[in-house]
């Protein structure tokens, strides 16, 4: 089936022609984002391309209800996009369509109006002259639903409009609205407006302009409208102050609590309660105190309606009135809070003394309300008769809330219970049964309501309080590990496994409360044996972190190590991949919750294996985390453990044949080349000193070499001596011969230097450690060959006669001339040992010297 596309480009100015071209195609139209696509019968695609503004045009007018809707749904999108433009030619068609439209079209046009006044797309001038009349004209429409959507747009306009124009174009309209002849839904609008508006404006102009419409409205012969006005009384009271609330608003407060209809002085009592912080003590006491006692009494006889509203404030208005409450007026309250804790749970009500009837399930369902509320305000009632007070006054009630037979009515119990422990503080201990009771509950709603602050219920429950001895929370932990151990298990059997979650989560804090060997054998391997079974992820993370605590505070070397042992052997190393992906898991808790220096010595090279592993899944996941594996590394102490690191990233980008691993592996290696490894200085200073040591320990070795070569020397020179003398005629005297073993003694010197160092000058001014280990060796094998071969010289001349020395006239010539040569090449070669001491360090100068030393004690031996 072929499939041919048309492709046309229309003018701003041609919209009657894309109306023309919509009425001609048949079938389906599909709207998209700045092109109209319409499909016919011929599956022939049809695509206009045209702007954001003129399609939007073309379809408000073209009447179709559910692409008008589309606009208006994108109307916040075109303010953003071209504010002018919309304003000029959408606004207008949209405000003409609003008259006709549906209820979705209203409903999503109040939205958006209300959008494009929170995102600012234009002035506030602007959007008062644009969008207000709109929304004004559309507060009364006939459907209920859509009249309150633009309600609530009117209201969070008029916090944002300036005071001038809220005054002009809401405030003074709203005097005739509010009339008697106008529609009961224009007079509820009107009650609402005026709540708002009272805090808007000044007390004296509240006082002048809105008050008596007002009490004009309280009077209203709808209830619903008094109902409505008297809610919004709570607003004006605060907008107008304490003098004109106590002289206006609390007058009509008292006459509309004695109204016929229920739902309005249920309204006025709970903006009688309030308003509690706004009256004065006499106020309180005169006024206040009768009609609450009032509604007390009237709720169980004859205004069951009330009873609901009366629970929920009840914990309020108590500790509201506390002050001015008589002791037998505190103890009335009292009681009538437990009345309200166990109503319908009695065979009998209250106002049928005689009889028993079949209570409906609306009634039911009103004391289970009851009840809940008496829950919720229990904490405030434990501040009402004082926490020291508890066990005499309240707990029997706290034991039946508890144990109410409705989840609601315990799970509220669940949430209050952390408020209830701290208010307790030292007493807390009378409530552990409690907590066991809930943590058993057979609702997992009232487990998952209390496992959020178990944390420090437990912390409570073991450490608070001076009166709480240690052997009472030593003999309180039996009862409670049992139960933690039965909420895990039925929160495991369940289907809700984000509490599931949620529990293992919250049982990190154990190690705080219970004693380490009960943790290991109740509690541990527990947490293992979910990583390893459990199929939801979410789940066995939160049993490996919670498993991670655990080991983090073992402080058992044995068990450690079994712990450990376990999650390698069958975690890292077990069959299923699904294990060791659950292993890499385990390892980055580790690292986060251990010091890097256990996570190198324990599980460095069983993640490292991992890069053999057959299932890509697990290597991508390996590759991911190898740049926090590098992370726990210090240099020197970790440095084979680096190249192991790095033996394996080179077999992966050799080895890898899975393209997206191969892709994460490259991402990898750029990380890692840009990651800095720490360096751990006192080991680093450890190695330094040793590496000085040892380094001082071979230039020892090497001096005392040269010091023993030189001995040598000396005694292969005396050697030679005595030959040479033997041969001669012996016509010599002691005191020539003497001078010629000083000329040859001084010309071993000169050769000592001069061979090596004849380039002196050239030696840079160094004095490292390297320049003298490098230097100073090869100066002592330079003069140590020198020597010797002079002397072997010397040794082979004596064998040839007396060609070795000559005449005693020409010796005397020689060793008058040679005196003076040895001075000059003597002074000489001190000049350039002088310049080699400049270029070499202090230890090579002491060095020098001390050859220079043993030189000149070898050559006074010969005199």
């Known amino acids: 089936m072929g499939l041919t596309v048309r492709l046309g480009l229309v003018p701003l100015a041609s919209s009657e022609q894309l109306l023309s071209q919509r009425k001609e195609v048949l079938g389906q139209e599909y709207i998209l984002l700045g092109f109209v696509l319409f499909s016919n019968e011929s599956h022939e695609l049809v695509i206009i391309i045209v702007s954001n503004v003129l399609y939007v045009y073309v379809f408000v007018s073209s009447g179709q209800d559910i692409q008008g809707t589309s606009v208006v749904a994108n109307l916040p999108v075109l303010m953003r996009q071209n504010p002018a433009e919309t304003l000029r030619r959408v606004l207008p068609k949209i405000r003409e369509v609003l008259h006709v439209a549906g209820v979705e079209m209203q409903l999503t046009a109040a939205v958006s109006f209300l959008t494009v006044l929170q995102e600012e797309s234009v002035s506030v001038h602007t959007y008062s002259h644009s969008f207000l009349h709109i929304i004004l004209q559309n507060l009364e429409h006939r459907d209920a639903g859509v009249s309150n959507a633009w309600l609530e747009t009117l209201l969070a306009v008029i916090e944002a409009l300036p005071k001038e124009t809220v005054r002009h174009e809401i405030l003074n309209p709203l005097v005739s609205k509010a009339q008697l002849s106008q529609t009961l839904q224009s007079r509820l609008v009107s009650c609402k407006i005026m709540g708002k508006v009272a805090n808007k404006f000044e007390a004296h102009i509240v006082k002048r302009e809105v008050l008596p419409l007002v009490k004009s409205l309280c009077q209203d012969v709808e209830y619903e409208v008094r109902t409505c006005m008297c809610r919004q009384l709570e607003h004006v009271a605060r907008g107008i102050g304490t003098e004109l609330t106590k002289t206006v608003v609390l007058p009509e407060l008292v006459e509309l609590a004695r109204d016929e209809g229920s739902s309005v002085r249920l309204a006025a009592f709970e903006t009688l309660v309030n308003l509690l912080d706004m009256f004065d003590a006499d106020d309180r006491s005169q006024t206040v105190l009768p009609l609450v006692k009032s509604f007390c009494e009237k709720s169980f006889k004859t205004d069951e309606s009330i009873l609901v509203s009366l629970s929920f404030h009840l914990g309020k208005l108590c500790n509201g009135l506390y002050g001015i409450f008589t002791p037998e007026q505190h103890l009335r309250f009292l009681e009538f809070y437990k009345k309200l804790s166990t109503l319908g749970l009695q065979q009998e009500n209250g106002h049928n003394d005689n009889q028993l009837h079949l209570q409906t399930l609306e009634q039911e369902n009103k004391y289970i309300s009851v009840r809940k509320n008496c829950a919720y305000n229990f904490p405030a009632m434990i501040v009402f008769v004082d926490p020291k007070n508890f066990h005499l006054e309240l707990y029997s009630i706290f034991f039946c809330l508890c144990h109410d037979p409705e989840v609601p009515v315990r799970y509220t119990m669940a949430i209050s219970f952390f408020e209830v422990a701290k208010l307790l503080n030292s007493d807390v201990y009378t409530i552990h049964k409690e907590l066991v009771t809930l943590l058993q509950d057979e609702s997992l709603e009232v487990l998952d309501a209390l496992v959020g602050h178990l944390p420090e219920i437990l912390e409570l429950m073991t450490n608070g309080g001076e009166n709480n001895g240690t052997e ?121 919750l251990f010091s890097k220096s256990f996570f190198c010595k324990y599980f460095f090279l069983p993640v490292l294996e991992l890069t053999h592993d057959p299932v890509a899944n697990v290597r991508m996941k390996l590759c991911c985390l190898l740049p926090k594996v590098k992370s726990t590394l210090k240099i020197p102490t970790d440095k084979h453990l680096l190249q192991q690191l790095e033996l394996c990233i080179r077999k992966l980008l050799c080895q890898e044949k899975d393209k997206d691993v191969l892709t994460i592996v490259k991402r990898t290696v750029l990380e890692l080349d840009r990651m800095e490894i720490s360096v751990d200085a006192e080991q680093l200073q450890k190695e330094k000193q040793k590496n000085e040591g040892r380094s001082t320990n071979i230039n020892d070795k090497i001096f005392e070499k040269k010091r023993r070569d030189s001995k040598t020397s000396s005694v292969l020179s005396k050697s030679v001596n005595l030959s040479i003398s033997g041969s001669s005629s012996g016509t010599l005297a002691g005191k020539e011969e003497k001078k010629s073993k000083l000329v040859r003694s001084q010309s071993f010197s000169t050769q000592v230097l001069h061979p090596k160092y004849s380039n002196i000058d050239k030696c840079p001014n160094k004095s490292s450690a390297t320049g003298y280990t490098s230097s100073v060796p090869g100066m002592g094998k330079s003069c140590v060959l020198s020597f010797s071969d002079d002397s072997f010289r010397t040794h082979s001349a004596g064998n040839s006669g007396n060609a070795a020395f000559p005449s005693s006239s020409s010796r005397n010539l020689f060793n008058s001339a040679d005196q003076k040569n040895n001075g000059n090449k003597e002074s000489q070669s001190r000049k350039m040992s002088i310049k080699y001491l400049n270029c070499i360090g202090s230890e090579a100068k002491e060095d020098v010297k001390h050859f220079w030393e043993k030189k000149r004690k070898l050559s006074m031996s010969y005199f």
Not at 501 to 509: D, N, P, V
Not at 546 to 569: F, P, W
């Open 472 to 592: 009472s929370k030593l003999l309180s932990i039996p009862d409670l590990i049992p139960a933690l151990t039965t909420a895990e298990q039925r929160a495991a059997t369940s289907l809700k496994w984000r509490t599931h979650e949620k529990l293992l989560q919250k049982y990190a804090c154990l190690p705080h409360i219970i004693p380490s060997d009960q943790i290991y054998y109740r509690f541990l391997h527990r947490m293992l044996t979910i990583v390893l079974t459990n199929n939801v992820l979410p789940v066995q993370k939160a049993a490996a972190r919670t498993l991670c605590v655990y080991l983090r505070y073992n402080r058992k070397q044995e068990q450690r190590h079994e712990v450990i042992q376990k999650l390698i052997e069958q975690l890292g190393q077990g069959k299923s991949y699904w294990n060791r992906l659950r292993f890499l898991d385990t390892c980055e808790f580790i690292m986060e």
